[in-house]
């Protein structure tokens, strides 16, 4: 298991950025795919994007594509979301989750595939 804490959410207007990290414990980091959730306020948690675990790969839902970005350093053991022209649907608490496969080789973006997950970190954004 890995542990993930967040970090890094806040309030911000719309059309502003903020950029997000995960820190995870664990020798085994940079074996896992890792990935994005968010919650927005009443509704279910949604998948937001994905990065493999070399950190050559990446899939994004389609309402965050060309906004945000996911990236990681594997020297860190840390993950980010750059998020940029952030919108008022954007707020949500958001959630960094590690894959339960080692080295896996498909995108997975449905909660179940993920066994890590962190506490998670609130994003409101103001219009």
């Known amino acids: 298991q890995v542990q993930l804490v967040e970090s890094g959410g806040g309030l911000v207007q719309a059309g502003g950025s903020l950029r997000l990290s995960c820190a995870a414990s664990g020798r085994t980091f940079s074996s896992y795919d890792m990935a994005w959730f968010r919650q927005p306020p009443g509704k279910e948690r949604e998948f937001v994007a994905t990065?493999?675990?070399?950190?050559?790969?990446?899939y994004y839902a389609d309402s965050v594509k060309g906004r945000f970005t996911i990236s990681r350093d594997n020297t860190k053991n840390t993950v980010y979301l750059q998020m940029n022209s952030l919108k008022p649907e954007d707020t949500a608490v958001y959630y960094c989750a590690a894959n339960r496969r080692q080295y896996g080789s498909g995108w997975y973006t449905n909660l179940p595939d993920f066994g890590s997950w962190g506490q998670g970190t609130q994003v409101i954004v103001s219009s």
């Open positions: 990065i493999r675990w070399s950190g050559v790969g990446t």
